[in-house]
């Protein structure tokens, strides 16, 4: 017994060492990343002014900030703008964003990093597919009616699940899960069977920008915006490929 005792007090001494090395590694790691975040925050606080001159005010200025961003995104430059401690206040007491834009609910297409915009830039609304709900047409209307938005950008993608299961399910005639058999229905409309495949899903994808544009085009309430130049309402599309978005006519 008295053997077991000196071997588990020496084993526990043995231990301590190594113990107290594993805490000043994970105490040493610890002040690592504490300094790396010191270090960083300064950098994110002052790297958020607007890229590209003052706020857009009117369609064609937010078209063009819209590109600016899109190019950064592209080619790796984000700026990251509109980030700031300083803009974070500013937008306290409200906002004023320069686009709209209706967009899929894919992950791989949030509207914020794709076109490098930043806080209070822009107003997105993601549905499946892009459909068109009253809740939507309502976001829509107060982004535009109440903040004077001059830009809605209807944003489909490349290969959109939302549209591949409307078309699958409108060949099998199978009926889809819960709500989401109404989003198939919602995009029934716009699928162009002149095409098969993959090529019907792709063709689809840009009819559908097209449709829900034309439907927001014909609100009587956008419609007076976009007659009297307040307002532009575009269909565009982003390639998950090349990141880069192009303007459907």
């Known amino acids: 017994m008295a053997s077991d005792s000196n071997s588990r007090t020496a084993r526990a001494v043995s231990a301590r060492p190594a113990r107290r090395t594993l805490l000043r590694t994970a105490l040493?790691?610890?002040?690592a990343v504490?300094?790396?975040?010191?270090?960083?925050?300064?950098?994110a606080?002052?790297?958020s002014t607007r890229p590209v001159g003052p706020r857009p005010t009117t369609p064609g200025q937010a078209l063009t900030a819209l590109a600016s961003g899109n190019r950064r995104w592209r080619t790796f430059r984000q700026q990251h703008p509109d980030e700031s401690h300083t803009v974070r206040q500013?937008?306290?007491?409200?906002?004023?964003?320069?686009?709209?834009?209706?967009?899929?609910?894919?992950?791989?297409?949030?509207?914020?990093?794709?076109?490098?915009?930043?806080?209070?830039?822009?107003?997105?609304?993601?549905?499946?597919?892009?459909v068109l709900d009253e809740a939507v047409l309502g976001s829509v209307a107060y982004g535009v009616l109440e903040l004077g938005i001059p830009l809605v950008m209807v944003l489909g993608h490349q290969s959109c699940?939302?549209?591949?299961?409307?078309?699958?399910?409108?060949?099998?005639?199978?009926?889809?899960p819960a709500h989401i058999q109404y989003l198939a229905d919602q995009i029934k409309p716009a699928i162009d069977h002149t095409k098969e495949g993959d090529a019907r899903v792709d063709a689809t994808i840009d009819a559908q920008v097209r449709l829900v544009r034309a439907r927001l085009a014909a609100e009587p309430d956008l419609a007076e915006k976009v007659t009297s130049g307040a307002l532009a309402i575009v269909g565009a599309r982003?390639?998950?490929g090349s990141y880069r978005v192009h303007q459907l006519v």
């Open 90 to 130: 500013e937008l306290v007491s409200g906002q004023h964003p320069f686009a709209l834009v209706l967009g899929c609910i894919d992950s791989r297409v949030p509207p914020e990093l794709v076109f490098d915009q930043g806080l209070g830039d822009l107003m997105t609304v993601r549905s499946g597919g892009e």
């Open 161 to 176: 699940g939302a549209v591949r299961a409307a078309v699958e399910a409108d060949q099998s005639g199978e009926q889809l």
């Open 34 to 43: 504490g300094a790396g975040l010191a270090v960083a925050a300064p950098a």
């Open 28 to 31: 040493t790691g610890a002040a």
């Open 45 to 47: 606080a002052t790297a």
């Open 238 to 240: 982003y390639e998950l």
